[in-house]
Nanobody, 121 residues
């Protein structure tokens, strides 16, 4: 059983913050780049952020740059997405995904089930 499990989603007001977690079971994330994706109703899935295996490099979509921060805790085999200054347009199901590569190369083999983030007054 190779599985990624997201958690930390919920309902938050505009301007609020959430921290999403992506935990692996059955395998280690140590040698994998990890990406965060989101999909809103009626829209295509988009990559939000990615972090390399050692956490030395990270990428962000322009829409979240300066507001979101990706990080990882190797000891906990977990990747996080800190989301600040949330906007209604951030409302989506957020997924994490593991790449077979140590680098962010837009190819992922394992996906989590998703966690809902809703930003609304």
């Amino acid at each position: 059983q190779l599985q990624l499990v997201e958690s930390g989603g919920g309902l938050v007001q505009p301007g609020g913050s959430l921290r999403l977690s992506c935990a692996a079971s059955g395998f280690t994330l140590a040698s994998r780049a990890i990406g965060w994706f989101r999909q809103a109703p009626g829209k295509e899935r988009e990559e939000v952020s990615c972090i390399s295996s050692l956490g030395r490099s990270s990428n962000y979509a322009d829409s979240v740059k300066g507001r979101f921060t990706i990080s990882r805790d190797m000891a906990k085999n977990t990747v996080y997405l800190q989301m600040n200054s949330l906007k209604p347009d951030d409302t989506a199901v957020y997924y994490c995904a593991a790449s077979p590569s140590r680098f962010c190369m837009l190819r992922y083999d394992y996906w989590g089930q998703g966690t809902q983030v809703t930003v609304s007054s």
